[in-house]
Each structure stands twice: as C-alpha cells, then as structure tokens.
C-alpha cells in the first residue's frame, strides 16, 4: 500500500514537471500579430542583432553575428566567414539605416562574437564605453571594452577581461568605467548541447549573477532557471534580470557595496530575453520569445518560423513604484517580419527590435 501511494505520488510529481514544462515552452500559447505603428526590416542587418542598447543622443549600438547556432551544414553561418559586427542606427535619421562600425585596437577581432552589450556614458568627460560580452570560439567567454570616438564613429579597444566566474555569459549591464553585472545563463558549458538540454528540462536552477569590481569577478547571486538580460534602473538604485525559462523579471536593491537583494519578481508569462531602460521614464523595454518550442525549432532550421513579442514595464509612483506595475504588450509577431526578438529599444517614440539570428526591425510608435 505505502509503495503504491509513493509511486502515485511520484507519478504526479513527473506529470505536474512535464505539464510545467510544456507551459513554459510555449505549447499552450497562440501567437497573433499585431504592430505599433509602421515597422519595417532595416536593410543590412541579415545575421541577428542580439542585443540593442542607445546612448542618450539616440545613438543605437546593434551586436551581430552571434556563433553557434543555425544550420551547421551552411559555411556562411559557420567561422570563418561569419564574423561578429557592430552596428550603428541613428534613431534621428533613421532613414539612414544601420551602419557597420569599424573596430580597431589590439583583440583577437577574428574570434569576435558579441553577445550582450552595454553602454557607460561618463557625466563628466562626456566618454562613451561599450561593454561587449564575446562569445568567443575558444569557449572562453569574455568582456571586451571599447571606447566610441563621435568623430570617425569607430570603437577603439581597450581592454579584454576573462575570469574565473565569466563561464556562460549571455549580458551584462556597466555601473562604472570598468565596473559591470553579469549573468552566466548556464552551469555547465561542455558538451553545450547536453548541457542546454539538461538545464532546461530539468528544472535545475544553476544559472547566476556576478560582478567584476576592482580587477575582480565574483558570483553574488545564484539559484536561477537560464538568467538572460541584466540592467539598471536610471538612479542606479535597482538592478533587473530576466529570468528567461521561468518567465519572470527579478528586481533587486544594491546595495552601496554593489551587493544586490532580491526584493520582488513580476511573472510575464513569456520567455524574458534582454532589458533596455528608458533614461527618462525608467520604463523597461524587453524583447521577449512567446513560443520557446518554434523558437528553438528556428534555431536548429532558419527557414522555420520564429515568433516575437515586445513588452514595455511601467513602475508606479516613486512611494511604491514596485506595487502596481503596467505590463502592456507593444508588439507581437508570427514570423512575418522578424523571427526571434531578442531585445528592444526604445528612442523618441521610436524602436528597434533585434533578434537572436534574424533581422532587425524599425518600429514607429504611432498606434500604441
């Protein structure tokens, strides 16, 4: 009897985790199509734009060219002759398009594959830095600084950090000139595709959040499901992270030693990827993947469709902004103009929406 009350029990346990799974994966959801106004493919940015993020002039710095993922039988999605780009969007003339940004300075530039980037914009000297997470051929993540110059719109290399803790990156938000949040979306990352697979269908939660300070990488938080994008709010007070298998965004509180608290999370009810933060409103902007099954379909065949979804957060009164959050879908898609939205980025009612391996599309926020 005791044996067969502990088989049921375990039975149900395995049905409620398959059930939880299939939740989480999107096979359950239908996905429509609907835009915020006129969108449109930019021309030119063909494989991927992962990650987004804008200066305070509406400068947009785009990340492309993402390794390891697509058909592996196609040479143009394969090292050598695909190769990591930045790009630049104007958000003030966007009929301009986007633009390649040349790279200069001493780095492995042929094992260049950015990922997750971040600006700092120094209030004082007016510098611009891009943080970039390099999803480099080795499989030795690393950080790589650049410094933009206005002038020849140009990122000039300052430095490459690698440490013990920067295993899995995926992003990473700067605080400082060489200080940044990361997370590594993944415990293990040899063999990738066992390691993937295991820590998705599992339930583990082995992903984490780190800090480089001071010449130093440390995790100082851990116990998630596939941690994603990573941001802060405009003050510097709060620190966001998407958690993308369990679809929720967690916000935490820094602390004055760059500690972080973990003070609440928001369910979303779709896969969370990066963040971008409004400067004026502190809005967040977040490209999402609502079917996770079609998306890692696309993944494996480019030509499969891929879906995407734009949400935009807004925090309440400054007393209790944390209590009464707007969650409103901006933008969502089947396929038909972008498969696989990564990131958003929002300027001057205007947007950009980056994918993982896909296009990138130009939105005007006339209808929403």
Known sequence: ??????????????????????????????????????????????????????????????????????????????????????????????????????????????????????????????????????????????????????????????????????????????????????????????????????????????????????????IISSGYRLPDGINVSPDGRNLYVAIFLTGELAIFERGKDDSITEIQRVSLHTSPDNIEVDRETGDLWIGCIPSLHLHMAHLENYANPGTSQVLRLRFGDQNSPFENIDVREVLMDDGSLIKGSSVASYYDNKMLVGTVVHKLAYCELSAF
Request: contains cysteine; hydrophobic residues 40%; glycine residues 8%.
């Open 1 to 218: 009897m005791l044996l067969r009350a502990v088989f049921y029990v375990i039975l149900c346990m395995i049905a409620a985790h398959v059930l939880n799974t299939l939740y989480l994966f999107g096979y359950f959801k239908t996905v429509y199509k609907h835009y915020p106004g006129h969108c449109r493919v930019v021309p030119g940015v063909d494989l991927g734009s992962e990650d987004v993020t804008v200066t305070s002039d509406g400068l947009a710095f785009i990340s492309s060219g993402l390794r390891g993922f697509g058909n592996k039988s196609d040479p143009l999605l394969q090292p050598p002759l695909l190769r990591g780009k930045i790009f630049l969007f104007d958000f003030n003339h966007p009929e301009k398009n986007a633009v390649e940004v040349a790279l200069d300075g001493d780095f492995d530039r042929e094992n260049f594959y950015p990922i997750g980037i971040s600006l700092y914009e120094d209030s004082t000297t007016g510098e611009k830095k891009l943080f970039v997470v390099n999803n480099h051929i080795s499989n030795k993540n690393r950080v790589e600084i650049f410094r933009f110059d206005e002038r020849t719109s140009s990122l000039h290399h300052l430095k490459t950090i690698i440490g013990e803790t920067l295993y899995s990156l995926n992003d990473l938000v700067a605080v400082g000139p060489e200080t940044f949040y990361y997370t590594n979306f993944l415990y293990f990352t040899k063999p990738m595709p066992l390691a993937l697979t295991l820590e998705m269908y599992s339930g583990l939660a082995w992903g984490t959040i780190g800090l480089y300070s001071e010449g130093k990488d440390m």
